[in-house]
């Protein structure tokens, strides 16, 4: 299936999940949790030593995580990508988090996420 067919509700039963994970994980500092998703060449760009210190960074700056507003979804034939209006406890502005979902061998997997 071609990831160009997914609806937006498919999209988001998908992703929402992931990005759950992801964010639950990094504002709990447990990179099992947070990489859950991850695609083998994603996790292997982010060891856990890399994490721990981007969560101390983000956790100084912007606290803990609140909610979340899916803003867009752009998609191509083998993945598709969500962008959110993430919300955190400290920020002055907006912060983007963004995840791309990969299809690889019948599974989706987070090949790109970043928080901004």
């Avoid at 990094?26 to 994490?51: M, P, W």
């Avoid at 912007?62 to 899916?70: F, I, V, Y």
């Amino acid at each position: 299936m071609s990831c160009m067919e997914l609806d937006d509700d498919a999209c988001r039963k998908i992703a929402e999940p992931m990005m759950d994970d992801a964010i639950e994980g990094a504002a709990r500092r447990d990179y099992n949790l947070h990489t859950r998703h991850f695609s083998v060449a994603l996790k292997s760009s982010f060891d856990a030593e890399l994490f721990m210190a981007a969560c101390d960074s983000r956790q100084a700056t912007w606290g803990n995580p609140t909610q979340r507003e899916l803003v867009c979804i752009f998609r191509k034939p083998k993945s598709f990508t969500l962008v959110w209006n993430q919300g955190f406890e400290r920020t002055d502005g907006q912060v983007m988090a963004m995840m791309t979902i990969a299809l690889k061998g019948g599974r989706y997997f987070v090949d790109y996420f970043l928080l901004h």
